[in-house]
């Protein structure tokens, strides 16, 4: 931790007009590997197969976002506000229940580890324990076709 410390310190002081920010973790040693990444190579594999025109994304890892507006333009739908970061995305602010769309939209819909999070109040969201069905049954309104449906959750049903 001490290299990174200094590492650190060296950075900033040659930044060059950078803002450099600071990630208090260091991981020398091995690359870790979880469930996200398999379950992130699962949704572009199959979106990569599907080729779809039209994507709308519900709640997903930023990250993963990011990389799929280099290769396709994205509707991203969120319960909090945030920037836009790459030509290609659309942002809209709301909550999935309520998708402010017309029905028949998009020929993917997409959610990575989100669904399971939906009517807690975590994220600024009303307290609702079947948002997440209710969610689901308005995202499978917003298909084109029928052809590409993926969601993913990272917790076992109880």
Do not use: W
């Amino acid at each position: 931790m001490e290299d990174y410390k200094n590492n650190l310190e060296k950075i900033k002081k040659e930044a060059l007009g950078y803002f450099i920010f600071e990630e208090p973790i260091f991981e020398r040693g091995d690359h870790p590997e979880n469930f996200i990444d398999y379950e992130c190579a699962f949704a572009a594999y199959h979106i990569g197969i599907a080729q779809p025109q039209s994507i709308l994304d519900i709640g997903s890892y930023r990250h993963f976002i990011i990389g799929l507006l280099a290769h396709f333009s994205v509707t991203t739908i969120d319960i909090r506000q945030r920037k836009k970061l790459l030509e290609g995305e659309t942002i809209l602010t709301g909550d999935a229940r309520k998708i402010p769309l017309p029905d028949n939209s998009f020929d993917l819909v997409l959610s990575l580890c989100a669904l399971e999070h939906f009517g807690l109040g975590r994220y600024g969201d009303a307290i609702d324990l079947r948002a997440d069905q209710k969610s689901l049954c308005r995202d499978e309104a917003s298909f084109k076709t029928r052809r590409a449906f993926n969601f993913f959750h990272d917790h076992p049903p109880s």
